[in-house]
């Protein structure tokens, strides 16, 4: 559990909540002496009222006193709590943000998500729990039975065999629910994918009318974490009751005990009070003690799930750590006997180990300033191309360069930095038109936002929108059609000049007029290589270079013309789309 580390810069907190706690609890330890001397001295002795009340006088004292430490002790322990939740949940974010495609596919976002906020918030309360009684619980219940042997040695004899029947209640029904709690914790991730899923997709599932299907397999999954809650707390509701039965049967012993010897002149009434007091004080402990360690079972779990994300190793998919020198694709000398841009040699990419290629032996090249176009089937692996050129995913066999060299021995951020790339989905973020343009150069002038509006074919609609730049833009961007939306993610795209343009399949809701216009305006305001992306030959048929794939094949390389001799895959679907 290396993420308790965020712990370190509170440190005072983290020593004066223990501190004050463990104050509080030794002024709880001599309540009972108290009680004992007004009860054996001013009762049934010669101390009177005054005595009563004076000592009743110092109970309500230490009562105050141990108000102010438990209330100091709880402040000093929230703040540590929170401080360290937040620290954790940033730097969480950040590791979230460096991982690499591959990771996240086999982490899962619904688990990353679970882990940002269900086990951040189950090791904050964890944390907090801690500080308050780590010290105090075990310190009572052992200090209890010690004081009890002050008090009377031969009724402390009750202490010394309760305790430890006690303790082994407790710790045997913790170690039967730990795996209960961890495979609950797996449950609430595949419900956590389940709803993620859902709520996305909810059009889809409406249009299709499958609400009740989905319905049904979420009420399955939930029925199965029921169940396993149920199991959990089945055991754990026996906690509470055997600690009471236990501790009860301790009262009772010393109760019983404690009235023969009172009888028979061998113990006074307030010993039997005190003692009765300190296993009552046991009762109390006994029972946080083991809520304690249910939730360090939890929150253990959580800080496991945690620091499992932190593991993962730093740096980018080709084993560069962070650190390490890298060539800045921007600066990185090019490639003297050739103009080439980019390059594929005999690439194999899978997503994962036991997956079928998504890209097998594919070799191209592009040129600086060309435009290329790549087409074919549904999941023939276009955007697998695109992927790989950002450095999202490695290849298995083969390499892809940049200017002529591998791009392994490039920084990816430089990398990224200088591509611009408009994706399939038109993605707008919560904020004006003009912060999210930014997201493409974040110190753009609102001249640079406006020329790119231009070139996108955006700003025709821009313009008529109250407050231009400042109209605020909802969550997706639902607040624009979808075209629209296309055509701002393509301005930021191209805002920050970038050497190499990729348009996947972005065009795909614009009409042809528009689609035309947009083409012509990269081209003759850009000095870019683009690389388009589409389902239309309409779109790529004036491309330098058109690249058809098949099943994740190179099936052609050429131009429209070219290839309509050449390629039986273009011609299919040229004739598709002419007909």
């Not at 954790?88 to 976002?109: A, M, W």
């Not at 619904?110 to 086990?119: K, P, Q």
């Not at 406006?450 to 313009?463: D, G, M, N, T």
Request: net charge positive.
């Amino acid at each position: 559990m290396g993420n308790i580390r965020f712990l370190s810069k509170y440190k005072k907190e983290c020593i004066l909540s223990p501190l004050f706690k463990f104050l509080e609890a030794g002024i709880e330890l001599f309540v009972p002496i108290v009680v004992q001397l007004i009860i054996d001295v001013g009762i049934n002795g010669n101390g009177g009222k005054e005595y009563i009340f004076k000592m009743g006088g110092l109970l309500v004292l230490l009562g105050i006193v141990g108000l102010c430490f438990s209330i100091t002790a709880q402040f000093f322990a929230a703040k540590a709590a929170t401080l360290f939740a937040k620290d954790l949940r940033h730097e969480l974010f950040l590791k979230i943000q460096k991982l690499s495609f591959n990771d996240l596919d086999e982490v899962g976002n619904s688990t990353l998500i679970n882990r940002m906020t269900n086990d951040v918030n189950l090791a904050q309360n964890t944390v907090n729990m801690v500080l308050r009684l780590v010290l105090r619980s075990p310190f009572v219940v052992f200090g209890a039975m010690i004081m009890a042997f002050t008090v009377d040695i031969k009724g402390a004899i009750v202490f010394v065999i309760i305790i430890p029947v006690l303790l082994f209640v407790i710790f045997y029904i913790l170690n039967y629910t730990t795996p209960l709690f961890k495979e609950v914790q797996k449950k609430s991730d595949s419900i956590l994918l389940s709803i993620r899923e859902n709520l996305v997709g909810v059009r889809t599932i409406r249009a299709f009318g499958i609400e009740k299907e989905e319905a049904d397999s979420f009420n399955k999954k939930n029925n199965e974490m029921f169940d396993l809650q149920i199991k959990v707390g089945k055991v754990n509701s026996l906690l509470n009751p055997l600690t009471y039965v236990i501790i009860n049967i301790g009262i009772v012993l010393v109760i019983y005990v404690g009235g023969y010897r009172v009888n028979t002149g061998d113990l006074s009434q307030g010993d039997v009070f005190a003692l009765m007091n300190y296993m009552s004080q046991i009762l109390v402990e006994a029972i946080k003690l083991a809520n304690l360690v249910i939730l360090l079972i939890k929150g253990k779990s959580g800080l496991e799930r945690i620091q499992s994300v932190f593991d993962i190793k730093t740096g980018d998919i080709y084993g560069n750590e962070e650190g390490r020198e890298l060539i800045s694709f921007d600066k990185a000398g090019k490639n003297k006997r050739e103009n080439k841009i980019i390059e594929f040699e005999n690439v194999c990419m899978k997503y994962s180990e036991n997956a079928d290629d998504a890209l097998n032996d594919i070799s191209f090249s592009v040129n600086e300033g060309d435009i290329i176009g790549i087409i074919g089937g549904t999941g023939c692996g276009k955007t697998t191309i695109v992927n790989m050129i950002l450095g999202f995913y490695k290849a298995y066999k083969g390499k892809v360069l940049l200017d002529g060299r591998d791009i392994k021995d490039y920084n990816l951020n430089s990398v990224r930095k200088n591509i611009g790339v408009v994706p399939q989905k038109a993605l707008l973020f919560k904020g004006s038109i003009r912060d999210n343009i930014k997201w493409g150069k974040d110190n753009a002038t609102d001249e640079e936002i406006i020329k790119a509006l231009k070139i996108s074919q955006a700003y025709e609609f821009v313009e008529k929108k109250e407050g231009m730049l400042d109209y605020y833009s909802e969550q997706g961007g639902k607040n624009f059609s979808g075209g629209q939306r296309q055509r701002l993610t393509i301005a930021r795209g191209i805002i920050n000049n970038p050497r190499i343009l990729i348009l996947d399949d972005s065009a795909s809701a614009l009409d042809f007029a528009t689609e035309a216009k947009l083409r012509k305006a990269i081209k003759e305001n850009l000095k870019t290589t683009t690389i388009i992306i589409s389902q239309r030959i309409s779109s790529i048929k004036h491309a330098d270079k058109i690249l058809v794939l098949d099943e994740g094949k190179l099936e052609g390389v050429g131009t429209h013309e070219e290839l309509l001799k050449t390629s039986n895959e273009y011609q299919e679907i040229y004739k598709a789309q002419s007909n």
